[in-house]
């Protein structure tokens, strides 16, 4: 089992920035690994934020936060970040790191954004944006 460990989740004002990062430990092989970010709000379901795959870097995201975040890896690290920018009261939430250790590739584009694609999840970290 991998573990992952998220941080730089935290307070922020509207409009403002936060990058987020995920680190995976243990016995892994991080670069052929998809790797995705969750979000979850009070009270509702954990929603998909964005993906990057390991077999070839490609990258997707959720339509709300397209245009103003970029998802990245760096495999020499174990890790992967979610840069966010412009921020909106609506992102606050816990988010969450989740892996793919099978690294699969799907002819159906929405099979990313499903929880139970996905073996490993972190502990999540919040993040709160003020208005």
């Known amino acids: 089992q991998v573990r992952l460990v998220e941080s730089g989740g935290g307070l922020v004002q509207a409009g403002g920035s936060l990058r987020l990062s995920c680190v995976a430990s243990?016995?892994?092989?991080?670069?052929?690994?998809?790797m995705a970010w969750f979000r979850q709000a009070p009270g509702k379901e954990r929603e998909f934020v964005a993906v990057i795959k390991g077999r070839d870097d490609i990258t997707y995201y959720v339509d709300s936060v397209k245009g103003r975040s970029t998802i990245s890896r760096d495999n020499a690290k174990n890790t992967v970040n979610l840069q966010m920018e412009s921020l909106k009261p609506e992102d606050t939430g816990v988010y969450y790191c989740?892996?793919?250790?099978?690294?699969?590739?799907?002819?159906?584009?929405?099979?990313?954004?499903?929880?139970?694609?996905?073996?490993?999840w972190g502990q999540g970290t919040q993040v709160t944006v003020s208005s």
């Open positions: 243990g016995r892994t092989f991080f670069s052929s690994y998809n």
């Open positions: 989740a892996a793919d250790r099978l690294g699969r590739t799907f002819t159906d584009r929405d099979r990313y954004r499903n929880v139970n694609e996905y073996d490993s």
